[in-house]
C-alpha cells in the first residue's frame, strides 16, 4: 500500500508529479471550501505533508494518526507550533541556505530602491510629471562608502555585509545575539550593540529569525535613535518590527525612507504603508525567483523522502525527539 502525502500549499510541478509516481498524493484545494477541513480530512491517514505559508498546529493536525514528516519549502518555521510538533513526535524540515544569495540580492534591491526613490519616481514618471529636470524633491540618498548596520549576521545577514563591502565599499556594523568574530572577519564587520548601530549607519538591515528575542525589535525608541537620512530595511519577518511605530517615523520623517518585504500580517491588503512616497512595499518575495524556488523544492522533496522512506531528513528544525 502507498505512502500518503498531503500537499497543502501550490508547490513545484515537477516535483508534484514525481510525488505522485511513488505515492497516493492529495492536494489541498481553497476553491473545494475550508482549507483547514479539508487538513483534518486528509490529514487522519497522512504520513508526510508538504507545501508552505499555511498555519499548521493542533487545530488541523490533531487527526493525524500517523503523520512522520512535514516538509516546508521554506525557511522560516513560525507558521508551525513547534511544541506541538515535537509532542506528537513530527518531524519539521525546511529548506535553508538555498535561498541565501537570492534574498540577499532583494535586501540590496530594497535599499538602492528606498535610497534612490525608484519606485515613487517610477510613478511619477509614468504619471507625466517629468516636466523639467529633477530638482530636490526627486534626489535619493548615496548607497556606496556609507555605513551599513546588519541586525542577524546569520547566512543572509553576511551575505549581505559581503555584497555592501565588496561592491559598495561600506562599512559594515553588526548587531546579533552573541558577537560572531569569524563570519565578520572578511568583512572588518563591527560588532556593537542595537542602539550603537542604530545612531551610526545609513542604512539598517534586520536579517534576523523571528524567535522569542527578535518580536518586536524594532519599536519607536529604536527609530528614535537613527539618523533622519537613513534607511531602514526589512527582510526578516513583519513581527520584528512594530509596524505602527514604523508609519509614524516614516511619517514624521524621522527616517529617510524604508524598504520591506515582510508585514505584521499578510498577505498586507490595506495598510498606512501604501499612502507613504518614502517607502518600497514589496509582497514577501525575498526567494521568488525562478532558480531559488526549483532548489528550495527540490530539497523539500528530499527532505520527505527521505522520512518516508525510513532515513533522517537532510535539514531537521526539530530532532531532538528521534
Known amino acids: ?7 497543502f500549499s501550490q508547490i513545484d510541478q515537477e516535483i508534484l508529479a514525481r510525488l505522485q509516481q511513488s505515492y497516493e498524493v492529495v492536494v489541498i ?43 516546508s519549502v521554506s525557511v522560516g518555521y513560525d507558521n508551525y507550533d513547534l511544541s506541538y510538533l515535537n509532542q506528537r513526535k513530527i518531524w519539521l524540515s525546511n529548506t535553508p541556505h538555498v535561498l541565501t544569495e537570492t534574498t540577499a540580492d532583494l535586501a540590496f534591491a530594497l ?22 529636470t529633477a530638482g530636490p524633491a526627486q534626489f535619493g540618498r548615496d548607497v556606496f562608502g556609507k555605513t551599513l548596520g546588519i541586525i542577524g549576521l546569520g547566512h543572509i545577514g553576511a551575505a ?16 546579533n545575539r552573541r558577537e560572531k568574530i569569524e563570519a565578520a572577519q572578511p568583512f572588518n564587520a563591527q560588532y ?16 534576523v529569525d523571528l524567535n522569542a528575542d527578535s518580536q518586536a525589535l524594532i519599536g519607536a525608541a529604536e527609530f528614535e535613535h537613527m539618523q533622519s537620512h537613513a534607511i531602514f530595511v526589512n527582510i526578516a519577518r513583519g513581527s520584528v518590527v512594530d509596524e505602527s511605530a514604523l508609519i509614524h517615523a516614516l511619517q514624521e520623517q524621522k527616517i529617510f525612507a524604508a524598504g520591506l518585504d515582510v508585514y505584521a500580517k499578510e498577505p498586507l491588503q490595506e495598510s498606512a504603508l501604501f499612502n507613504l512616497p518614502n517607502v518600497v512595499t514589496l509582497p514577501h518575495i525575498g526567494s521568488a525567483t525562478a532558480e531559488t524556488r526549483k532548489k528550495m523544492s527540490e530539497l523539500a522533496y528530499r527532505n520527505l523522502v527521505d522520512a518516508l522512506e525510513g532515513g533522517m531528513p537532510r535539514y531537521v528544525v526539530n530532532p531532538e525527539f528521534h
Open 160 to 175: 549581505i555585509a559581503r555584497r555592501g563591502f565588496y561592491g559598495f565599499n561600506m562599512n559594515i556594523l553588526y548587531h
Open 29 to 71: 484545494d481553497p476553491k473545494q471550501g475550508d482549507v483547514n477541513e479539508q487538513l483534518r480530512a486528509q490529514v487522519v491517514d497522512a504520513d508526510g505533508l508538504i507545501g508552505a505559508g499555511r498555519l499548521l498546529n493542533e487545530r488541523n493536525l490533531a487527526p493525524a494518526q500517523q503523520l512522520k514528516v512535514i516538509s
Open 111 to 132: 535599499m538602492l530602491g528606498a535610497a534612490r526613490q525608484v519606485a515613487f519616481l517610477d510613478a511619477w514618471t509614468k504619471q507625466g510629471q517629468w516636466k523639467r
Open 192 to 207: 556593537c550593540s542595537l542602539p550603537e548601530l542604530l545612531r551610526r549607519s545609513d542604512f539598517v538591515v534586520v536579517a
Open 1 to 7: 500500500m502507498r505512502k500518503k502525502v498531503v500537499v
